[in-house]
C-alpha cells in the first residue's frame, strides 16, 4: 500500500510569491494534519484537517490556509512568502482525529524562499 | 502551553549496546498520549513507539521501549542492541485530544550508532 505522498519534493521560490503543496493521504485516511520543520527543530503544527473540515490551527499567520479535498487529499497554501517560511513542510495522515491515532507522515517537501 | 524538551541535542553508541535518550514535557491534561519519532535522512517521520498517559504499563516494541514517569512528566525511550540503521533524529511528541489535536514535538536527539 502507497504510504502518504507529498508534492513536490523540492521547491525554490522568491519573497512575495504564493505557493502551493500537495498531500494525498494514505488509503482510508480521513484525517490530514501539515507541519513546518525548520532546520534543526522538530516539527510545528499548521493544520488538522478531517472530513473536509478544519479541525484544528496551530499559530501560523493569516497567509498559510489550506483545504481538504472529497478524497481526503489536501493542499497547502502559503501566500507573500517571506524568507522565514523556508523550511520542510510535513504532511501527516491518521485514520481518525483523536489522538491515539497513530500520524503517519510523507517524506515532506523541501521549500526554499530566497 | 503544552511543551517537550529533549535536553541532549547530539547522542552516540556502539553498535550492540544499549542506549537512552531523554524527554521531559510540561501539561496540566490528565489525558494524553506520548510518542517517539525516528527521522534518517530521507526526511520521513517513522513511528517507534507510543504510550497512552492512562496506562502504567510502559510500552515495548521489539528493541525499544519507554520509560514513563507521569509524576515526574519524564518519557525516555531506550534502545536496546543498537544497530547502525538506527541512526537518525529522535523527536520526542506528545498530543492531547482536547487542545486542537496538534502534536508537540521536541527539537530532537540526533543519535549517531558506530561501528
Known amino acids: 500500500d502507497a504510504g502518504v505522498t507529498q508534492s513536490p519534493t523540492h521547491l525554490i521560490k522568491t519573497r512575495g510569491q504564493q505557493v502551493t503543496l500537495r498531500c494525498s493521504p494514505i488509503s482510508g485516511h480521513k484525517s490530514v494534519s501539515w507541519y513546518q520543520q525548520v532546520l534543526g527543530q522538530g516539527p510545528q503544527f499548521i493544520f488538522q484537517?478531517?472530513?473536509?473540515?478544519?479541525?484544528g490551527r496551530g499559530n501560523f499567520p493569516d497567509r498559510f490556509s489550506a483545504r481538504q479535498f472529497p478524497n481526503y487529499s489536501s493542499e497547502l497554501n502559503v501566500n507573500a512568502l517571506l524568507l522565514g517560511d523556508s523550511a520542510l513542510y510535513l504532511c501527516?495522515?491518521?485514520?481518525?482525529?483523536?489522538?491515539?491515532?497513530?500520524?503517519?507522515f510523507g517524506n515532506g517537501t523541501r521549500l526554499t524562499v530566497t | 502551553a503544552q511543551t517537550v524538551t529533549q535536553s541532549q541535542p547530539e547522542m552516540s553508541v556502539q553498535e550492540a549496546e544499549t542506549v537512552t535518550l531523554s524527554c521531559t514535557y510540561d501539561?496540566?491534561?490528565?489525558?494524553?498520549?506520548l510518542f517517539w519519532y525516528k527521522q534518517p535522512p530521507s526526511r520521513q517521520m517513522i513511528l517507534v513507539i507510543r504510550q497512552e498517559a492512562y496506562k502504567q504499563q510502559n510500552a515495548t516494541e521489539n528493541r525499544f521501549s519507554v520509560n514513563f514517569q507521569k509524576a515526574a512528566k519524564s518519557f525516555s525511550l531506550k534502545i536496546s542492541d543498537s544497530q547502525l540503521g538506527d541512526a537518525a533524529m529522535y523527536f520526542c511528541a506528545y498530543r492531547t485530544l482536547r487542545n486542537n489535536n496538534d502534536m508537540r514535538f521536541g527539537a530532537g536527539t540526533r543519535l549517531t550508532v558506530k561501528p
Open positions: 501539561t496540566s491534561e490528565s489525558d494524553y498520549y
Open positions: 484537517y478531517y472530513e473536509k473540515e478544519e479541525r
Open positions: 501527516a495522515s491518521s485514520w481518525g482525529e483523536q489522538g491515539n491515532s497513530p500520524l503517519h
